[in-house]
C-alpha cells in the first residue's frame, strides 16, 4: 500500500502517551542469587507469588516458531475480546472516527464499538455470505479507521475469498482487522504470512478454538512492529496471568495432540453435514471452514426449544441478517454428534 502511515492513524493521546513501567519492565533478570524487593509482592514462595512476565516472552517465542511469525510482530492479551478494545482504544477517537463491520458476524465488534463511543457501519455481507466491495468502499469516510472481516466467518462459517479481502487491504487507507478465530480448521492459508505485503493488515487469532483452551483466555494478534509497538502502551502491564502463560506453553510443546483433534473435528464435520442433509426439515446447510455449521431449517424457533427439550443446547441465529431459520450446531465428540443426529430423527417423525 502506497503513503500508509500509521501515525495518522493512532490517536494523539496515545501517540503522546507515556506507558506504566512496571517492576517487571525495568528489572529483568531471573536468578537465585536475586533477591526482589521491588514490587511489592509476598516474599513468601508459593510457585505465584511473583508478577508474570509482561510481555510473556516464553510463550511468544514458542508462538514465533509455530506461526512463522518474528515475536517483535505478536501482542498477546486477555482473551481476543482485549486485543480488540485495545485496536479501539489506541486508533479510533471516541465520538468521532467510525468503523466498518460486515453481518451477520462477530457480535463483539459492534459491542466493543459501543463501549468505545465509536460509530458501527454495517455493511451486510452478500447472499453468499460474502464481502459487497462496492457497497464498503462507499461507507468509507475519511474518519473511518478500521475494517472487520471476520474469516472463517461467525456465524456462516465460510472464508472469505482471497481476492476481495486483498481489495480491501490494498485501496483503504486505514487499518484491516481479520479475525481468524476458526482459521485451523480451514484449508485457506492464514494472512499472517502477508503482514510484511501490507502495514495496514491485523490478524487476531486465539487459543479458544482449535487449542481447546477457551478456559485459559488467551489472545493473540499478529501485525507489524510499529502498531505491536503503539499497542504495547496502552496494554495492562500484567493483562496475561502465569497460569495462562504456562498452560499455552504446554499446549504449543505439543501440538501433535491439537493437530490429531483439529484433524477428528473436520472429519465429523463432513460426516456430520451428509447425516443433516437427509433430515426432512433441514433445508440447507452453508459450507463450513470453522468447527460448526450453519443450518437452515423450516421453524428455528422451534427446533430450537426441541433441542433443549432433548437436553441438547445449539445456538438459534435466526436474529441475524441473513440467517432467517437458521441454526448454528458447534462440532461435537462423536458420542455427541450421534446424540444430535438421533435427536435429529427423532424430531423428523414426531
Known amino acids: 500500500m502506497k503513503d500508509f502511515n ?3 492513524l493512532v490517536r494523539p493521546n496515545v501517540a503522546g502517551l507515556k506507558p506504566y513501567s512496571s517492576a517487571r519492565d525495568e528489572f529483568k533478570t531471573q536468578g ?23 510481555q510473556q516472552t516464553s510463550v511468544k517465542e514458542k508462538l514465533s516458531e509455530t506461526r512463522g511469525v518474528s515475536p517483535n510482530n505478536i501482542l498477546l492479551g486477555n482473551g481476543s475480546d482485549e486485543v480488540l478494545d485495545l485496536i479501539f482504544r489506541a486508533f479510533c477517537e471516541p ?46 469516510t475519511k ?4 475494517i472487520f472481516l471476520c474469516s472463517p466467518n461467525n456465524p456462516s462459517g465460510n472464508s472469505f475469498e482471497a481476492e476481495k ?40 487469532q486465539t487459543f479458544s ?14 501485525s507489524s512492529d510499529e502498531i505491536i509497538a503503539i499497542l504495547n502502551k496502552i496494554k495492562p502491564p500484567y493483562n496475561v496471568n502465569q497460569l495462562t502463560q504456562k498452560e499455552s506453553l504446554k499446549i504449543l510443546f505439543n501440538l501433535d495432540s491439537i493437530k490429531l483433534q483439529v484433524a477428528e473435528i473436520k472429519n465429523e464435520r463432513t460426516i456430520l453435514s451428509k447425516q443433516l442433509l437427509e433430515v426432512n426439515f433441514v433445508s440447507k ?27 441438547i443446547v445449539i445456538r438459534n441465529r435466526s436474529n441475524q441478517p441473513l440467517c432467517e431459520n437458521c441454526l448454528r450446531i ?8 450421534k446424540k444430535l443426529i438421533k435427536a435429529f430423527k427423532e424430531l423428523e417423525n414426531e
Open 95 to 140: 465520538g468521532k472516527d467510525n468503523v466498518i463491520t460486515l453481518p451477520p458476524t462477530y457480535g463483539m465488534y459492534k459491542v466493543l464499538s459501543d463501549i468505545n463511543n465509536i460509530e458501527n457501519r454495517e455493511v451486510l455481507l452478500n447472499h453468499d455470505f460474502e464481502p459487497d466491495l462496492t457497497a464498503i468502499f462507499k461507507q468509507i
Open 6 to 8: 500509521i501515525n495518522k
Open 209 to 222: 478454538k482449535a487449542f481447546g483452551r477457551a478456559g485459559i483466555r488467551l489472545g493473540v494478534l499478529y
Open 143 to 146: 474518519d473511518t479507521k478500521i
Open 165 to 204: 479481502i486483498e481489495m480491501i487491504l490494498e485501496k483503504f487507507n486505514g487499518l484491516v482487522v481479520i479475525d481468524e478465530a476458526y482459521i485451523d480448521f480451514s484449508d485457506s492459508k492464514s494472512w499472517i504470512h502477508r503482514l510484511e505485503d501490507f502495514p495496514n493488515l491485523i490478524v487476531t
Open 32 to 54: 537465585a542469587e536475586m533477591v526482589f524487593l521491588d514490587a511489592n509482592e509476598n516474599p513468601n514462595d508459593n510457585g505465584l507469588n511473583r508478577y508474570p512476565d509482561p
Open 330 to 337: 458447534t462440532i461435537g465428540t462423536k458420542e455427541e454428534n
Open 285 to 311: 446447510i452453508y459450507r463450513s471452514d470453522a468447527n460448526f455449521l450453519l443450518i437452515e431449517v423450516d421453524h428455528a424457533n422451534k427446533r430450537y426449544d426441541q433441542f433443549l427439550e432433548k437436553g
